[in-house]
């Protein structure tokens, strides 16, 4: 089976830096993705990692530790804009690559 | 809006009636998914495609069903709509298994 484990809510200020964990348990482990989601809208892709090291694009970085089982996403200088859900996916080779979701960190960035 | 429209975007409908939603790409990629995001839950795949005629399950399948005739469409149906199919359906598409982008969601109430 698979467990995908990320806090459920986080709050933080605008300028802050935030960490978004994502712990997994799964077999047939081929990458991990985060996905930014705002109420009422569909899921954008932010970062896809199958190696481990931290990937950097621009604000966000997202880090993966294959042995550890562990990912994390982090926003720099936030915005207000930032507020929205954050979706941790692990892609699984089970013949074909399926994504399975956590239930997602809703991040409320206030002024 | 990643070259894909999900029409309903909102439906009302009565217990035990048919419904089907239409998910259409103007990328000509591959791969389509079917996706229902409930709170607690988060994304889970219910069905997929990997081609024209070429579909499976997903890990949420029963009481649903899809076709895909033309590469462009991805049509899902629940036969007989139960109240625990209410949700907030997705659907995506790739032209590879690492990529997959959202549409706008179809909210589905039954009652």
């Known amino acids: 089976g698979q467990n995908i484990d990320q806090p459920t809510e986080m709050t933080a200020t605008e300028g802050a830096i935030v960490q978004i964990n994502c712990t997994y348990q799964t077999s047939g482990f081929n990458g991990l993705f985060w996905y930014q989601q705002h109420a009422g809208e569909a899921p954008t892709f932010l970062s896809y990692?199958?190696?481990?090291g931290l990937e950097e694009k621009g604000r966000f970085s997202s880090f993966l530790s294959r042995s550890k089982g562990y990912s994390y996403l982090l926003l720099k200088e936030l915005q207000m804009k930032d507020s929205a859900s954050y979706l941790c996916?692990?892609?699984?080779?089970?013949?074909?690559?399926?994504?399975?979701f956590g239930t997602g960190t809703r991040l409320l960035v206030s002024p | 809006d990643a070259g894909i429209t999900q029409s309903p975007r909102h439906k009302v409908t009565e217990t035990g009636t048919p419904v089907t939603l239409r998910c259409h790409q103007t990328e000509n990629h591959r791969y389509m998914y079917w996706y229902r995001q409930d709170p607690g839950h988060g994304l889970r795949l219910i069905h997929y495609s990997y081609g024209v005629k070429d579909t499976d399950k997903g890990e949420v399948s029963d009481g649903y069903s899809v076709s895909r005739s033309k590469t462009e469409d991805f049509l899902l149906t629940l036969e007989s709509a139960t109240s625990s199919q209410t949700s907030v359906y997705f659907c995506?598409?790739?032209?590879?298994?690492?990529?997959?982008?959202f549409g706008p969601g179809t909210r589905l109430t039954v009652t």
């Open positions: 995506a598409h790739g032209e590879s298994t690492y990529e997959q982008y």
């Open positions: 990692n199958v190696l481990d």
């Open positions: 996916a692990v892609s699984m080779n089970t013949g074909f690559q399926k994504l399975v």
